[in-house]
């Protein structure tokens, strides 16, 4: 597997040259209730991009967790850590900024933190915009102002969907597609998000402790199981396989 920490630039050039994907696993530190791990988010998406490493050929890059999680589940004491939008925006920008800069031109972000039928919740935003913002500061850094109306772009539209774009240097996209969480189930700290950290990370998940605390969200974890899980994950699997390329 490669992983990007763990790499030396012989590597790096290995992945840039022959446009390996380079994936971030997105995550939060949140609370999950009195039986599921903080890491919960963080971990699927990590489990689940490990487990893709094992199917097709992509680079592991470091994984974020700490992020604009919010309090909207859990308030300040409960052990969420919640990182204010723009600062962590601007945070990844420079995450991206870096890559572009080494000359990554294939970089994916998967997350699994409030991406219900695929809405756009802040995080997601986050992430959006500061793709946008770094891949423009450095079109024009390279290429100069007025890059896009140059004679050199005449073929831009024709070329949208192609990896020649700019803008599909960098992707974000969640673990579970609309699609997958149609066919499986999807929640937070419920029966299938226990589930899919219970086949990815069962030592993540206690189901005695359920009654630590009553939430009407953890209510359904108790019919958890793995072999929901597994579904879960070959289901999610299958849908990386095809958006990762």
């Known amino acids: 597997m490669l992983v990007y920490e763990k790499s030396f630039p012989r590597e790096l050039e290995y992945v840039k040259n022959n446009n390996i994907p380079v994936v971030i696993p997105a995550g939060t530190v949140e609370y999950h209730g009195p039986q599921c791990a903080y890491g919960c988010d963080t971990l699927v998406a990590e489990g689940l991009v490990k487990k893709l490493a094992e199917r097709k050929e992509i680079m592991l890059a470091p994984s974020i ?8 589940v859990g308030d300040e004491k409960s052990g969420t850590v919640h990182v204010e939008e723009r600062a962590f925006e601007n945070y990844v920008y420079y995450v991206f900024w870096s890559m572009l800069c080494a000359g990554i031109r294939n970089i994916y972000v998967v997350i699994h933190h409030q991406f219900e039928q695929e809405s756009e919740m802040p995080m997601t935003l986050c992430y959006r915009m ?27 539209y024709e070329q949208l969907e192609g990896e020649n774009n700019p803008f599909n240097w960098i992707k974000v996209i969640p673990t579970m597609s609309a699609a997958v969480q149609n066919a499986t189930g999807y929640d937070h700290a419920g ?3 226990c589930s899919i950290l219970m086949a990815l990370y069962p030592d993540c998940v206690d189901l005695s402790r359920i009654g630590d605390k009553k939430h009407w969200y953890t ?22 396989e095809e958006a990762v390329k």
């Open 65 to 72: 967790s700490y992020s604009p999680s919010s309090y909207a």
């Open 130 to 156: 500061a793709a946008k913002r770094a891949t423009m500061a450095y079109l024009e850094k390279t290429l100069g102002q007025g890059w896009w109306g140059s004679e050199n772009y005449a073929n831009y």
């Open 191 to 193: 029966e299938f998000e």
């Open 219 to 240: 209510e359904s974890a108790r019919k958890a199981n793995k072999q929901l899980g597994n579904t879960m994950v070959e289901k999610s699997l299958a849908w990386l």
